[in-house]
């Protein structure tokens, strides 16, 4: 019999046959139910294929499909894998689901979990993905990590980020804030970089807020740590100070510093000062140069006694002690000598002035009071002119003119007063006018030499060559600075302030002695006896008290103004030492000083404003005899005439007739009495130029004594220095002011002279300032050149003088005298001759030829 498998077909797999009646029934494939999506059946039989359908008879009978499988087609007869990164967590899956991002599923089966924080998935995973260094994942779930901005770190991946504190940067993306590098700050927070620190600053170590030291020839300023500290400050680079640019602007020669900052991180507070310089305090940043030789000890400490060498104080140690005198030849205080040592010094440079003057005196009276000097003077002038003679062969011209002259002594009394009145009248007319000429060049020689001495202490800033500089202190002595010299301080122990006091009342007791003592000697002598006597003397004294008050008013002027002239010394977070720029031992902020203040502004309005205005009313209110009104010839033909129409010859004609009529003002001025007094004021100018002597007074004045005051050691004040000798040179040049051309050449020159000295001042001054070191323009060189342009107006005088006395002929034979014996002879000859009323018979064809050269001399006179 066969079996039961054997005689029931199989059936398909994967289907069921529901319990009916007719179940046993062989009905087909058509009777089997389908296993729906997410069962299967798996029932095969023993040889794999028979399948026992029979046997199910349910739907319960179709398995479900476990978790990780799933069916997705009915009739299943397994299930299928979910692929990777799929799951199907449940039990009859008809499908496997995706992994979601910032899900993972560890199997097919299991159900997908969140990732941790720190770590992602993109999604389809089996297992997240931990954050890479420099990124992070704090939430749960993550769909990726987050990159690390600049300026913050992440200690890990899982953690938040933090921001990188001051003194550290990020570029991103790190764990980690690295520190800045030495050189390098950071003052804030969250930085991505480090800043560089100013030249010429640096850091003492890595991970600095602030650039907190100075590389080498550098100190740090500790200014900045004391008070309120401004942050905003540090990039600056004021922190750090060059020690060159600390000394005054100025290094010595070889580029050596006034400052020794030879190592790294000097302070400010420990600076080492070099010997000859000299800062106020321990907080101070600048230094400054010692004008005295041996007066400034320098070193680390800034005590007052510590700071300058013995007999010296004050600031630049620029001041003498009590018992210490200033030595112009060692430049620096030297000690008080005994009483009758200094009463001699004193009595020399007494003595020495009075030599002078008296020398002076005598030699003028000699020269031109004596009649047979005079006479001989003259002569020699003449007959110089004529032969050119050499300097030689004039002086012993000279003596034989003597001898002739004291040969004829003999003669007649009559013949003799004869000549002289030929003779004296010619020559009172000459000598009144060179006497004239050599006062009104000496008079513009000595406001250019009083101006440019000026220099040195007006500006101080300036630091002339040391030849300049001396030159410029000994022609000082032109004004009133003699009281500097010959141990007057140790003598009567005069003090800042009673010296201006004498200053300023000493010279109005001169004044009145000089007149007083003048008067009684002519009072003696018998000269007051008449009422033109009398107005004579009171002419002479006002023309000396004139010319007394010329010469020794800009030195007043510039004593009492330079009071208010106080220098400015940089003590750091302390206000600036305010000292008098003429006595660095007195504080401008002093009690003392501020009493004594009244007095010089009393003594500017007496002085300086007092006299000038005092001179501008008697000019003005004299204006109608200085430059009276003439008649003069009228010219109808140049009249008639436009200035554009005249040709050559007119304007000619018409700058003739404006000479004449010039010349018939100086005419009619020279015979008024009623202005005879201030003859001192207006004799130099022409009558068109009456007030001129107030702009000369007003120029001397201002380069001299105001300038001191403008702006005081800036460049501001050589700038208007330099402006107003330029301003003065022009109104010189345009206006040609004095009477005789001479004169006008000379002043130009001075006024020239000027200009150069303060462009070199401006020279000086910006080189110190662009190279910071002693260049050209401090060299023995420059100083020469600057010596030879001090004199410049003196030689152009010089020349002209010699010019007008004894011709230029003789100047240029001066060095080429020939046959000096026949010379010698023929000049004897011609001097006898003239001496005793004749003159030598001419030579054989001479006669006619000298009398048409004296008419030519003739017509030039005219002319």
């Known amino acids: 019999p066969r079996s039961r498998d054997e005689i029931r077909p199989a059936g398909p797999g994967g289907k069921y046959l529901p319990f009916t009646l007719n179940r046993y029934l062989h009905l087909g494939e058509a009777s089997c139910m389908e296993c729906p999506v997410g069962r299967f059946i798996d029932d095969e039989g023993d040889d794999g294929k028979t399948q026992r359908w029979w046997l199910h008879d349910e739907l319960e009978d179709c398995v479900e499909c476990p978790p990780g ?40 089966a299991s159900t997908p979990e969140q990732c941790p924080p720190g770590k992602f998935s993109a999604g389809g995973s089996d297992a997240c993905v931990d954050c890479a260094n420099g990124t992070f994942a704090t939430e749960p779930a993550s769909l990726a990590c987050n990159f690390v901005n600049p300026g913050f770190f992440v200690r890990t991946t899982s953690s938040t980020p933090e921001p990188c504190f001051s003194g550290s940067f990020s570029v991103g993306g790190t764990q980690s804030c690295e520190l800045c590098p030495v050189g390098e700050i950071q003052v804030e927070a969250e930085q991505a970089s480090c800043k560089a620190c100013p030249s010429p600053m640096t850091t003492t170590d890595v991970g600095k807020t602030f650039c907190d030291a100075c590389v080498r020839s550098y100190f740090w300023n500790s200014l900045y740590w004391e008070g309120d500290f401004d942050r905003s400050l540090l990039a600056n680079g004021t922190q750090c100070v060059d020690c060159c640019s600390r000394c005054e602007d100025i290094c010595d ?66 001041a003498c002690r009590k018992e210490y005198d200033y030595d112009v030849a060692r430049n620096r205080c030297a000690p008080c000598r005994s009483f009758q040592d200094m009463s001699a010094r004193s009595g020399i440079v007494f003595l020495l002035v009075f030599l002078v003057v008296a020398l002076v005196s005598w030699f003028y009276a000699l020269l031109f009071r004596g009649n047979l000097w005079t006479l001989a003077f003259f002569l020699v002038k003449d007959h110089a002119k004529q032969d050119g003679m050499g300097a030689g062969t004039q002086l012993r011209a000279l003596e034989d003119a003597t001898t002739a002259i004291e040969d004829n002594e003999d003669k ?75 141990s007057f301080k140790c003598l009567f122990g005069w003090s800042y302030f009673e010296k201006m006091l004498f200053v300023t009342l000493a010279p109005a007791g001169v004044a009145a002695g000089g007149v007083g003592a003048y008067w009684l000697v002519q009072r003696g002598r018998g000269k007051l006896e008449t009422d033109a006597d009398r107005r004579r003397v009171w002419t002479n004294i006002k023309y000396a008290t004139l010319l007394f008050l010329y010469v020794i008013l800009p030195s007043i002027s510039t004593y009492v103004i330079t009071y208010f002239s106080c220098a400015r010394f940089d003590r750091g977070n302390k206000k600036d030492l305010k000292v008098i720029a003429a006595e660095l031992s007195i504080k401008c902020t002093s009690k003392r000083y501020r009493r004594w203040a009244v007095y010089a502004a009393v003594m500017i309005a007496i002085w300086p404003v007092g006299a000038t205005l005092a001179t501008a009313v008697l000019l003005w209110s004299n204006r109608a005899k200085l430059n009276p009104t003439v008649l003069a010839p009228v010219d109808n033909d140049m009249a008639r005439n436009d200035d554009d129409d005249v040709d050559g010859f007119q304007r000619e004609r018409r700058r003739h007739a404006n000479a004449m009529g010039e010349l018939a003002k100086l005419k ?23 007030m001129f002597p107030i702009f000369e007074v007003v120029r001397r004045l201002f380069l001299s004594s105001v300038l001191a005051v403008f702006y005081p050691g800036s460049l501001q004040q050589v700038v208007v220095g330099l402006l107003g000798a330029m301003l003065s040179y022009v109104v010189y040049v345009y206006y040609e002011a004095y009477i005789e051309d001479d004169d006008d050449v000379v002043a130009i020159v001075a006024s020239g002279q000027l200009v150069l000295i303060y462009f070199a001042a401006l020279a000086v001054y910006a080189s110190d300032i662009s190279d910071k070191k002693r260049g050209v323009f401090r060299g023995t060189p420059f100083g020469i050149v600057l010596v030879l342009i001090f004199f410049a107006g003196f030689l152009v005088a010089v020349y002209v003088t010699l010019l007008d006395v004894f011709g230029d002929t003789s100047l240029r034979n001066m060095y080429r005298e020939i046959s000096m014996c026949s010379m010698r002879t023929k000049f004897r000859a011609s001097l006898v001759g003239q001496a005793a009323g004749t003159s030598p018979p001419p030579a054989a064809g001479q006669g006619n030829q000298q009398e048409e050269e004296e008419e030519e001399e003739e017509e030039e006179e005219e002319e």
């Open 253 to 318: 020669v070889d580029d050596e510093k006034c400052l020794k900052c030879s190592d790294d991180g000097e302070e400010l507070g420990t600076l080492d000062v070099k010997r000859g310089w000299w800062r106020a305090t321990k907080d101070s940043l600048k230094v400054y140069e010692c004008p005295f030789d041996r007066s400034c000890r320098g070193g680390t400490s800034t005590a007052t006694s510590a700071k300058c060498f013995r007999g010296h104080l004050g600031a630049l140690c620029g």
């Open 668 to 690: 009619v001025r020279a015979n008024d009495a009623s202005i005879a007094g201030l003859e001192f004021l207006f004799e130099d100018f022409e009558p068109r130029c009456y």
């Open 412 to 486: 007649e009394e009559d013949e003799r007063d004869v000549q002289d009145r030929d003779v004296g009248e010619q020559v009172r007319k000459q000598r009144r006018g060179f006497r004239r000429s050599v006062l009104t060049k000496l008079k513009i020689i000595i406001a250019a030499w009083q101006i440019a001495s000026s220099t040195g202490t007006a500006l101080l800033q300036v630091r002339f060559p040391p030849v300049f500089q001396k030159v410029t202190h000994i022609f000082g002595i032109l004004g009133i600075f003699f009281l500097d010299v010959g």
């Open 69 to 108: 499988r799933f069916a997705s087609k009915p009739g299943s007869t397994s299930c299928e894998l979910c692929e990777p990164g799929t799951h199907a967590s449940d039990f009859g899956s008809i499908a496997c689901s995706f992994v979601q991002p910032g899900f993972f599923a560890r199997t097919a």
